[in-house]
């Protein structure tokens, strides 16, 4: 049986067109040898579930600057359950102050990455959610 | 399983889906799977599109898609990125161009890396392909990028290949020595607004008077992926030679040599997996030393463990070996 790689779709959301913090973790993550789907930019909830769906993505990173988060987490991660699909993980990154990301995580959010967190920090939580999700299949 | 299966085949896409990873993965049921939905296959017009990087296959894909739909036809599209040598790792990007698709359930996309196939093409896209075509699909789209091999292994597992070429990617010899012209069925010179265009496209007829055989010439459409021009006129050539395929003694031909190629395929991922185990259990380190020392070579262990394999007699070698020497040697007399 071949290795079984880790299958993250990187998703941009909503009306900012700034996917320079998508490009770098989409990166580092394949760098830490993950198959990376990159969705592109303005994405709607919709897509980016149904994304998740036909890839059979074990994760979704979420990027946004444009404030909207609590928005886009929340409708993410509720789309996500309606399709049965509620054991995938959901993290992301951003502009995101830090008053709000107790509430992500409430929502469901597994982790939010604040700017300035080094890339390998994120790829090792990934890593690590990503190996309890399976160990639960 | 079973469960999975019977969801899959009633258009679950989750299903479907997870499916196709435990076929990527090469689970261990995966062969059980496959012997049972492969007598449900072999409805579905299998395409391939192939071309150089920035050629514009995505885009082209895209409208390919839109054209299928507009035809009342359920299209899934495997879409292949390479995997990093290094780490393992693919950005699969080419969804980006297809996005507006999504939530159309008459269209599945699926991107998968390389993941280190010689040919570009995994073993599982080929597996994933009769799946999807056991699930209901009517076209399953192949795009895959264009280098080295993967562009002739195409042909192992696509009904019609679409070549895609671009003007100013260099001259007649580049078209003549990729072989491209042997396992194109269908030409798409795209971004058909930039210069060169012409030319291209002239050389292409000109090389295939040179090469053609056979009944059916292929045809060589001019295309704008980004605006839609002349993708009506590729999908009813994509149609043309499906039928064509089927009505005529080529498309027989065709079939049975991808067949031969799929057993081919199968063998050697078994045979591959099996020097694996056997070569990973038989190396210790004094193997390793002796061949550091070169007092053995990678030769003479590749036959040892060959012998566990497939144990053969090899006084037979010896022979024969011995038999072709003295052939040359009466040759030279």
Same mark, same amino acid.
């Given at each position: 049986?071949?290795?079984?790689k880790i299958?993250?779709v990187?998703?941009?959301p909503g009306?900012?067109g700034?996917?320079?913090?998508a490009?770098v973790?989409?990166?580092?993550l394949?760098d830490a040898?993950?198959?990376?789907?990159?969705?592109?930019?303005?994405?709607?909830?919709?897509?980016?579930?149904?994304t998740?769906?036909?890839?059979?993505?074990?994760?979704?990173?979420?990027?946004?600057?444009?404030?909207?988060?609590?928005f886009?987490?929340?409708?993410?991660?509720?789309?996500?359950?309606?399709?049965d699909a509620s054991d995938?993980?959901?993290?992301?990154?951003?502009?995101?102050?830090d008053?709000?990301?107790?509430?992500?995580?409430?929502?469901?959010?597994?982790?939010?990455?604040?700017?300035g967190?080094?890339?390998?920090a994120c790829?090792?939580?990934?890593?690590?959610?990503?190996?309890?999700?399976?160990?639960?299949? | 399983?079973?469960?999975?299966?019977?969801?899959?085949?009633?258009?679950?896409?989750?299903?479907?889906?997870?499916?196709?990873?435990?076929?990527?993965?090469?689970?261990?049921?995966?062969d059980?799977?496959?012997?049972?939905?492969?007598p449900?296959?072999?409805?579905?017009i299998?395409?391939?599109?192939?071309?150089?990087?920035?050629?514009?296959?995505?885009?082209?894909?895209?409208?390919?898609?839109?054209?299928?739909?507009?035809?009342?036809?359920?299209v899934?599209?495997?879409?292949?990125?390479?995997?990093?040598?290094?780490?393992?790792?693919?950005?699969?990007?080419?969804?980006?161009?297809m996005?507006?698709?999504?939530?159309?359930?008459?269209?599945?996309? +699926?991107?998968? *890396?390389? !993941?280190?196939s010689?040919?570009? &093409?995994?073993?599982g896209?080929?597996?994933? $392909?009769?799946?999807?075509?056991?699930?209901?699909?009517?076209?399953?789209?192949?795009?895959?990028?264009g280098?080295?091999?993967s562009?002739?292994?195409?042909?192992?597992?696509?009904?019609?290949?679409?070549?895609?070429?671009?003007?100013?990617m260099?001259?007649?010899?580049q078209?003549?020595?990729?072989?491209i012209?042997?396992?194109a069925?269908?030409?798409?010179?795209?971004?058909?607004?930039?210069?060169?265009?012409?030319?291209?496209?002239?050389?292409?007829?000109?090389?295939?008077?040179?090469?053609?055989?056979?009944?059916?010439?292929?045809?060589?459409?001019?295309?704008?992926?980004?605006?839609?021009?002349g993708?009506?006129?590729?999908?009813?050539?994509f149609?043309?030679?499906?039928?064509?395929?089927?009505? +005529?003694?080529e *498309?027989r !031909?065709?079939?049975?040599?991808? &067949?031969?190629?799929?057993?081919?395929?199968? $063998?050697?991922?078994?045979?591959?997996?099996?020097?694996?185990?056997?070569?990973?259990s038989y190396?210790?380190?004094e193997?390793?030393d002796?061949?550091l020392?070169?007092?053995?070579?990678?030769y003479?262990?590749?036959?040892?463990?060959?012998?566990?394999?497939?144990?053969?007699d090899?006084?037979?070698?010896?022979v024969t070996?011995?038999?072709?020497s003295?052939?040359?040697?009466?040759?030279?007399?």
């Open positions: 049986m071949s290795e079984r299958r993250v990187v998703a941009k009306l900012d700034h996917d320079r913090g490009k973790i989409a990166r580092a394949r040898g993950s198959e990376v789907i990159y969705t592109g930019l303005r994405q709607t909830p919709e897509q980016i579930v149904d998740v769906i036909q890839e059979d993505a074990d994760a979704v990173g979420i990027s946004i600057l444009s404030g909207a988060h609590t886009y987490f929340t409708k993410i991660i509720e789309m996500l359950k309606e399709r995938v993980i959901v993290f992301g990154g951003g502009v995101i102050p008053n709000d990301i107790p509430g992500l995580l409430d929502a469901g959010a597994g982790a939010v990455f604040g700017p967190t080094p890339t390998s790829v090792k939580w990934l890593e690590e959610a990503v190996a309890n999700k399976r160990a639960k299949e | 399983m079973e469960n999975l299966l019977k969801k899959a085949l009633n258009g679950d896409i989750r299903s479907i889906a997870r499916i196709i990873s435990l076929i990527e993965n090469d689970t261990p049921s995966k059980e799977l496959l012997k049972r939905i492969y449900l296959s072999g409805k579905a299998v395409l391939g599109i192939t071309g150089s990087p920035g050629a514009g296959k995505s885009t082209l894909t895209d409208k390919v898609i839109e054209s299928f739909r507009r035809r009342d036809m359920k899934a599209v495997i879409a292949i990125d390479p995997s990093s040598p290094f780490s393992g790792g693919a950005i699969l990007a080419d969804r980006i161009r996005q507006r698709h999504t939530g159309d359930p008459g269209v599945y996309i +699926r991107s998968m *890396g390389t !993941r280190g010689l040919g570009g &093409l995994s073993r896209a080929k597996e994933s $392909l009769i799946l999807l075509d056991a699930c209901g699909y009517d076209v399953i789209i192949i795009e895959t990028v280098v080295g091999q562009e002739v292994d195409i042909i192992k597992i696509a009904d019609t290949v679409c070549v895609v070429l671009v003007p100013g260099g001259d007649d010899i078209i003549m020595k990729a072989g012209m042997e396992i069925n269908v030409f798409a010179v795209n971004k058909a607004d930039k210069p060169g265009v012409d030319r291209v496209a002239a050389e292409v007829r000109l090389m295939l008077d040179l090469v053609k055989d056979g009944e059916w010439t292929p045809p060589v459409h001019l295309t704008i992926a980004e605006d839609g021009t993708i009506e006129e590729l999908v009813n050539s149609i043309a030679h499906s039928s064509f395929l089927k009505e +005529r003694p *498309g !031909r065709r079939e049975w040599r991808r &067949l031969a190629f799929e057993v081919e395929g199968v $063998l050697l991922q078994k045979l591959t997996r099996l020097a694996e185990v056997q070569w990973n190396r210790t380190d193997i390793m002796l061949l020392a070169r007092k053995t070579n990678p003479a262990v590749a036959e040892d463990v060959l012998q566990n394999i497939m144990p053969c090899r006084a037979d070698h010896r070996e011995e038999e072709d003295s052939d040359v040697a009466a040759n030279d007399g």
